[in-house]
C-alpha cells in the first residue's frame, strides 16, 4: 500500500503483507488449500452432462492479524492494519460443479457452487466470514488453427458477517460481483489460457467511500493458466 501523502495516520502508511506491525504478523505466503474432487458424471462423446463434487480443508499461514483493529485503547484507536494474507483459521470446503456439453456453440455452459466455512475462531478470537461463490460461465470454440476458445463468466461472492471476540466486524459482510473474458489456445503440448477479471463491489468494505478522503478503487485482475497432461502420449 502506497500513501501519496506526508500525513501518516492510524490507518495511512507506506506498507505491504511481508512487514510485521503492532496487530499483524507478517509474510509473502497466504492459505494453502487441500480439496479432493469427483468426476460424478462425465458424458463421453456426444452431447451431455459433466458432473463434478469436491470438498477440502484451508490450511492457514502465519500472516495474520493478532489484535482487534476497532478496539480502542483509552477512547481511542492505535496504529493498526486491517490487511492480511490469512484469516488464520482451519476452514472446510465444499463445492459442486455442473456443465452442459455439446457439438454446437456454446459448447460447454453451466456453473459452479463453492462453500468455504470456518471451523471456528483463530488463536486470536476471530472468526471470518463464511462464503459462497457462484459461477456462471460458457465457452465458445473458435474452430480456428489454434483450436482456441472463448470463456465468458460472471461470477457471484457473499460473504456473511465476521466477529472479533463475537462482536460484529464493521463493513465485514460483502457482496461482489466479477465478470471475466479469457481466450484459451492449444500448443504442442497443452494449452494456455489468458484472461481479464475485474470485480464490482456492490456491498462491503470497498463499495464506498470512508469520510472525505480523495480515494477510488479500481481492480483488473489477469490470470494466465497453462494446462498438460503429463501420462498423454502420443504415437
Known sequence: MDWFGHNHSIHHRDENTNSDFDNAIGGLLGDSKIILRYLWKNTGAGDGYRIIVGSGLVVPSKNTITVN??????????????FSMSNGTYNFISDIQFFYKRSSNPVFF???????????????LYTPSTKLDVVL???????????GSLDF?????NSSRAYWENVPSPNSKSFII????????NIKRGAISVGLQTPFFITGSYAGNEGDIDQDVKVIQMVISYRSNPFLIKK
Open 69 to 82: 483493529p476497532f478496539k480502542k485503547t483509552n477512547d481511542e484507536y492505535m496504529p493498526h492494519r486491517h
Open 110 to 124: 453451466g456453473g459452479s457452487l463453492t462453500l468455504e466455512k470456518p471451523t471456528g475462531s483463530n488463536d486470536y
Open 137 to 147: 460461465s460458457a465457452i465458445f470454440k473458435r474452430f480456428d488453427k489454434l483450436d
Open 153 to 157: 463468466s460472471i461470477g457471484f461472492q
Open 178 to 185: 466479477t465478470p471475466s473474458l479469457s481466450y484459451l489456445f
